[in-house]
């Protein structure tokens, strides 16, 4: 079993910038890809980054150019550097696999972007 804990979401003003960590636990030499999820009011939830575990990236259109997936693989985290916020990006965002979302979820954090 793999744990993960979403963490540093919060309030940020329009074109502001938060860095969100997810620490995962457990049986973690079973995760290659990771990726970040988010799911907005009334929305679907939506993969919009993904990283490979020798540091290939994938972005959705809609954040393409202004959110920058890492990982550290010696700590077992993967984040998400957020610039630009808009006030669409208002979700709670989740880590998880990107392909459909393997492991147990985390509680997520939420971002929310004041216009």
């Known amino acids: 079993q793999v744990q993960l804990v979403e963490s540093g979401g919060g309030l940020v003003q329009a074109g502001g910038s938060l860095r969100l960590s997810c620490a995962a636990s457990g049986r973690i030499f079973s995760i290659n890809a990771m990726g970040w999820y988010r799911q907005g009011p009334g929305k679907q939830r939506e993969l919009v980054a993904s990283i490979t575990r020798s540091g290939y990236t994938g972005y959705s259109r809609s954040v393409k150019g202004r959110f920058t997936i890492s990982r550290d693989n010696a700590n077992n985290t993967v984040y998400l550097q957020m610039n630009s916020l808009k006030p669409e990006d208002t979700a709670v965002y989740y880590c998880?696999?990107?392909?459909?979302?393997?492991?147990?979820w985390g509680q997520g954090t939420q971002v929310t972007v004041s216009s």
């Open positions: 998880n696999t990107p392909s459909g979302g393997l492991l147990a």
